[in-house]
């Protein structure tokens, strides 16, 4: 059973640099896409960072270009987002989830269906 377990989140300022960690069971023995996503309050959630199981490739959405890196070490199974220059949006919730292996690029985000419990991020102006 694949099992995430985010963690890193908390209050920051705007303009902060943040690494959020998630535990991924599925890292080692499978071949499954991690990916991190965000959640604002009353809203949908959205796709923020994505990497392929053997950690060759990331996918970003346009929103963070340039702004965050997705990393992982399978060894730990973990996969770690870095965001930089957060901007003041209040609270938001980001999930890791993991979406089998796709040839053809990034998994779409329904194909994800493994996911962890979240962990908030606040980031004040």
């Known amino acids: 059973q694949v099992q995430l377990v985010e963690s890193g989140g908390g209050l920051v300022q705007a303009g902060d640099s943040l690494t959020l960690s998630c535990v991924d069971s599925?890292?080692?023995?499978?071949?499954?896409?991690t990916g991190w996503f965000r959640q604002a309050p009353g809203k949908e959630r959205e796709f923020v960072a994505g990497?392929?199981?053997?950690?060759?490739?990331?996918y970003y959405a346009d929103s963070v270009k340039g702004r965050a890196t997705i990393s992982c070490d399978n060894a730990k199974k973990t996969v770690n987002l870095q965001m930089n220059g957060l901007q003041p949006k209040g609270p938001a919730l980001y999930y890791c989830?993991?979406?089998?292996?796709?040839?053809?690029?990034?998994?779409?985000?329904?194909?994800?269906?493994?996911w962890g419990q979240g962990t908030q991020v606040t980031v004040s102006s």
């Open positions: 989830a993991a979406a089998p292996h796709i040839n053809t690029g990034r998994p779409p985000p329904g194909n994800y269906d493994h």
């Open positions: 990497i392929s199981w053997n950690c060759e490739t990331q």
């Open positions: 599925a890292r080692t023995g499978s071949t499954y896409t």
